[in-house]
């Protein structure tokens, strides 16, 4: 085992590491319980007007305070991190499938047009994921958002899983297992395995991270969810207005979608400036 | 003739690591005096590494010592001693001229000037055999020096601080035999010349048979045997000592009489091989290798590092297409066949190599034995591990293991593991590359009983690829010999060891000779 080796597995296993790991799968695990119990988590149904006066405070008698029209901002929340979590879920695989398996694929069994696919993947990753996104959702057309989102994430997770698999593919042991017969079928099951085994947690939520960010600004800018379902992105966007006196009415989903984010990053163990 | 001035002296001396652990080194009784040669022999553990600290006077802080351990005749004036380490240790930087560096040791332990110190280096080298330019070449940084030319430049440093005593640790492991025995006469020339004292410290017998002088036999920090080797040979020495004396592969060593003359069938053809294309006009058209291996038989390719080997070999499993000349496995040319094809093929080769990073460290041990298994043969799974574990079992390994991990194993049972996988995958062909590298006297013979062992039982045609004649002769019949690329040598091993014509076979086969080389040792022990 080279120093480098020891190096990356001590940052890997160092306690702090696995620490905050486990905070952010918790955090993750806490924030879909809150969406799992969603009815009895928010007190009033999405998009309820006039619970109470328009633009009050946080504290009484509404926690998080109400917003323009009245909707308590609390409920509004919950019900907006729900769709939130629910289009990021539908990107995942998107991304998963079309980014980290195609990348794995490509590398073991392309032999030369898996390089070319990585090129273009490098030309992709240039491009900013989020013009990437909105080119998406532009030609895929705003109800596929989600599509779009989980496409503008695939390039850079292609990549990386194709770069991975190609050292897999160039160590000493996969030399061996050639040099014995073993097709590349049977290396590619193998180091499909314990890739999976080992760090499919950290890269779906390494994807996740990025496909929330994506989502919630693709709703932002009006290419994501369509109202009457709120999703965080959307939300922000519509507190915009009231921001100046009423800084809850975004403020409130603005923490919802940072706290998300943070659990899904420090559950796939990325650092501070790591691009998701 | 006065007695000559003592080195070292040691007695009753007890080394612990760390206040109340196990003792490191117990109850030693040894010395050495000007003009000796000892070697202290011990495997890893014994308790060596720790003894070469304390000659050095660099014993960890948390170590203690107790007994008496004396340098020189106990006055202020010490004896020079001279740290010489192996080519392969990292003792210097890897990115700054190995000269500088060189240089700044001579002129540190010597009190000198950088230039004084350059001319005590210039004046050690005069003695030596080099080329003109090697100083020259030494202003490259090490990793790019030659494995050779820095275990030279390492000698040349250690007597250019005119030393009492040279302290080598392992100073001639990673070299290739040829150089490696090259490199000992030097070091006994230059040992009998000067007269200094010759402290080696090493687990391997070969080495320590070779050098000649006295041998001190080290086992888990207790002194168990201590004599020439002549006395440690006679039936009155220690079991341990016979043990470790007769484990490492020698010349010799396993007689095998009447060897079976297999008739069959060649099973692999290598026919003009050769390492760049003939039509290169620069080279002309080299004559390439050629050789024959029959089912059932074996051959050895010797050759060291640098000898085109491993690409001969990548080219004969087919892993990378010869540049020249046709490679024919069981009558098909494997140069027109597809990668699919290829691979089929390869799964009739067993491969077992020195190399420790061959085995998937995140595998089982049973599913390192159980791939092959499972990708060439078609058998149930109750079949795989039972026949899994029976291999596990005569390799050595016991059942409990199957489920650990093959990266946890040690190097010597990683090895197993090897041997293991190869028997289980039941090959017409088997490649040993450099098999016993990197493991100690007692791991190699082990390893080579088993690879004995594989080749009565499972009688799979045997390409022995390593530079160590020992072990081509335990097991194979006939070898080449190659050198940068080209066959200087071929014939049965056992004509090649009586009667070698090659001056490079010569020293191929001088280096694993049982008997320590010719008048050298002798002259040494006179001093």
Not at chain 2, 102 to 125: D, Q
Not at chain 2, 135 to 162: G, I
Not at chain 2, 360 to 382: N, Q, S, Y
Request: aromatic share 4%; glycine share 8%; hydrophobic share 50%.
């Amino acid at each position: 085992m080279s120093a480098t080796d020891t190096a990356a597995a001590r940052t890997n296993s160092s306690p702090l590491r696995i620490a905050l790991g486990g905070l952010g799968l918790a955090g993750l695990g806490a924030l879909g319980a809150l969406v799992a119990l969603e009815d009895i988590a928010a007190p009033y149904e999405a998009g309820m007007m006039r619970t109470g006066e328009a633009l009050a405070p946080p504290l009484a008698p509404h926690a998080f305070g109400t917003d323009l029209l009245g909707r308590d901002i609390w409920s509004e929340t919950v019900h907006g991190l729900a769709v939130t979590m629910a289009d990021a879920v539908g990107a995942l695989p998107i991304a998963l499938a079309a980014g980290t398996f195609a990348g794995f694929l490509a590398a073991h069994m392309l032999r030369y047009s898996g390089p070319l696919l990585r090129a273009a993947a490098n030309a992709l990753i240039a491009v900013p994921a989020l013009f990437l996104a909105v080119l998406f959702a532009a030609l895929l057309g705003h109800q596929n958002a989600v599509v779009a989102a989980g496409l503008a994430v695939a390039p850079a997770a292609f990549a990386r899983s194709y770069d991975r698999a190609h050292s897999l593919l160039a160590s000493p042991h996969a030399d061996f297992a050639r040099a014995t017969g073993l097709d590349r079928w049977s290396l590619f099951r193998r180091d499909l395995i314990f890739e999976l085994r080992e760090s499919i947690v950290a890269v779906a939520a390494r994807a996740l991270a990025a496909v929330v960010i994506l989502l919630s600004t693709l709703s932002f800018f009006g290419f994501g969810a369509a109202p009457p379902a709120r999703d965080l992105g959307l939300m922000i966007a519509a507190a915009r207005g009231a921001l100046p006196e009423a800084w809850w009415t975004a403020g409130f989903p603005l923490l919802a979608l940072a706290l998300f984010i943070l659990a899904a990053r420090l559950a796939a163990g990325l650092s501070e400036g790591e691009r998701a | 003739m006065s007695e000559p001035r003592p080195i070292f002296a040691a007695e009753n001396l007890t080394l612990e690591r760390k206040r109340g652990d196990r003792p490191a080194i117990a109850e030693l009784t040894l010395g050495a005096r000007r003009g000796d040669v000892l070697t202290v022999l011990g495997r890893e553990g014994s308790g060596r590494d720790i003894l070469l600290a304390a000659l050095l006077g660099e014993l960890p802080g948390r170590a203690t010592k107790a007994g008496s351990l004396t340098l020189g005749d106990g006055g202020d004036d010490g004896p020079r001693l001279t740290y010489l380490p192996g080519p392969e240790s990292r003792v210097l930087a890897p990115f700054v001229s190995t000269l500088a560096q060189l240089t700044r040791i001579v002129a540190r332990t010597l009190s000198l000037s950088r230039k004084e110190a350059r001319e005590k280096l210039h004046g050690a080298l005069e003695h030596l055999p080099h080329t003109p330019d090697f100083l020259a070449r030494l202003s490259r940084p090490p990793r790019r020096v030659a494995c050779r030319e820095r275990a030279f430049a390492l000698l040349v440093t250690a007597l250019a601080q005119d030393p009492d005593a040279i302290l080598a640790d392992d100073a001639l492991a990673g070299l290739e035999p040829s150089e490696s025995e090259e490199m000992a006469s030097l070091l006994l020339k230059e040992q009998s010349r000067r007269g200094f004292a010759l402290v080696y410290f090493t687990g391997d017998p070969v080495v320590a048979t070779r050098l000649g002088g006295r041998i001190a036999i080290l086992r888990e920090g207790k002194l168990t045997d201590h004599g020439t080797i002549e006395q440690l040979q006679s039936t009155k020495s220690h079991s341990y000592t016979h043990v470790l004396l007769r484990a490492a592969p020698r010349l010799g060593q396993r007689p095998r009489d009447a060897r079976r003359k297999p008739r069959a069938e060649p099973l692999l053809q290598v026919r003009s091989f050769a390492f760049e294309k003939a039509d290169d006009p620069r080279r002309g058209a080299a004559e390439g290798i050629t050789f024959d291996l029959r089912r059932g038989a074996s051959l050895a390719l010797i050759g060291e590092h640098g000898s085109g080997r491993r690409a001969l070999i990548r080219a004969v499993i087919g892993l990378e297409p010869a540049p020249q000349g046709r490679i024919i496995f069981d009558s098909v040319d494997i140069g027109i066949l597809s990668r699919a094809m290829l691979a089929r093929l390869r799964k009739r080769v067993g491969f077992v190599t020195g190399d420790d990073r061959a085995l998937d460290p995140r595998m089982t041990v049973g599913g390192t034995i159980e791939e092959p298994m499972r990708a060439h043969m078609r058998l149930p799974a109750e079949e795989r591990k039972s026949a899994a574990s029976a291999v596990l079992k005569r390799v050595g390994l016991g059942d409990m293991i199957a489920r650990q991990k093959a990266g946890a194993l040690s190097a010597l049972d990683r090895r197993r593991l090897q041997i293991a996988r190869v028997i289980a995958a039941n090959p017409q062909l088997v490649v040993l590359f450099e098999p016993l590298e990197g493991l100690d006297a007692l791991g190699q013979a082990l390893i080579l009983d088993l690879l004995c062992e594989m080749r009565e039982r499972e009688g799979p045609a045997l390409l022995v690829v390593t530079a160590n004649f020992a072990i081509a002769e335990a097991l194979a019949d006939d070898a080449l010999i190659l050198k940068a690329g080209r066959i200087v040598a071929r014939g049965t091993i056992a004509e090649l060891v009586r009667a070698p014509q090659d001056a490079y076979v010569r020293r191929l086969v001088a280096a694993v000779s049982a008997a320590p080389a010719d008048g050298l040792s002798q002259a040494a022990a006179q001093v």
